[in-house]
């Protein structure tokens, strides 16, 4: 069965430091990744995707992620993070099946910036 | 264009009472999925509908859950009797119907149900 493990439920950082979201899937065929954000009182937003191509993926407010086949990874980056940035994220793979696409969600990981 | 709303944002609701959520997908989108996250857990897939019938419900927890679409386009899903474990945030994400590639699935700002 297709599963989502993100490694850290919470990750504390300061503000205009890096950060790295980790995210680690289990398949043998070929999903497709996402990133989404949920921020307070919010729904979810899409952050990023990795369809297909090249491996660097960028997304919306500065994240990027990078999609390692050999160790079935796609941890979320982001060089310099902002207090807005505070906010829940989820990684996410979707697989077609016999009814169609589903897609599968990590348990999220909160993020923290402090001042 | 509008994206996918939700309705109620909010219901706290008694043990044993009923509640109904509603989903609007965006215009136009065949695929409608409904989604839950109980408290600290990740975000679960109910089922899946394309127009009015039910593609896939194998995610959908018991038989105090029915979901309709009828006429293809909104879809309600109602907890009947509610339980202390519906308690969560109920998501929905709607996308164009596809034979081939992936199409993006939209999320809607889900319902937050508290059952007391």
């Known amino acids: 069965a297709q599963s989502v493990t993100q490694l850290d439920s919470q990750v504390p950082v300061f503000e205009e430091a890096p950060v790295e979201l980790r995210c680690n899937y289990s398949?043998?065929?070929?999903?497709?990744l996402f990133w989404y954000v949920q921020y307070p009182n919010q729904g979810l937003q899409l952050l990023l995707k990795y369809l297909s191509g090249s491996t660097l993926v960028k997304g919306i407010n500065g994240f990027e992620a990078e999609f390692n086949k050999s160790q079935t990874s796609f941890h979320l980056r982001k060089p310099s993070v902002h207090i807005s940035d505070t906010a829940e994220y989820f990684c996410?793979?979707?697989?077609?099946?016999?009814?169609?696409?589903?897609?599968?969600f990590g348990a999220g990981t909160r993020l923290f910036v402090k001042a | 264009e509008a994206g996918v709303t939700q309705f109620p944002s909010h219901s706290v609701i008694e043990k044993g009472q009923t509640v109904t959520l509603r989903c609007d997908p965006i215009?136009?989108?065949?695929?409608l999925y409904w989604y839950r996250r109980v408290m600290g857990k990740e975000i679960k897939f109910l089922l899946h509908f394309v127009k009015e019938s039910k593609q896939d419900e194998s995610g959908m927890p018991n038989n105090r859950f029915l979901a309709e679409r009828t006429g293809g386009t909104y879809s309600t899903l109602k907890v009947q009797p509610a339980e202390l474990e519906d308690s969560g945030v109920y998501f929905c994400?709607?996308?164009?119907?596809?034979?081939?590639?992936?199409?993006?699935?939209?999320f809607g700002p889900g319902t937050r149900l508290t059952v007391l």
């Open positions: 215009s136009g989108h065949d695929n």
């Open positions: 398949s043998s065929v070929s999903v497709y």
């Open positions: 994400a709607s996308s164009h119907e596809t034979s081939g590639s992936y199409n993006e699935q939209f």
């Open positions: 996410a793979v979707s697989k077609r099946g016999t009814g169609g696409f589903k897609t599968i």
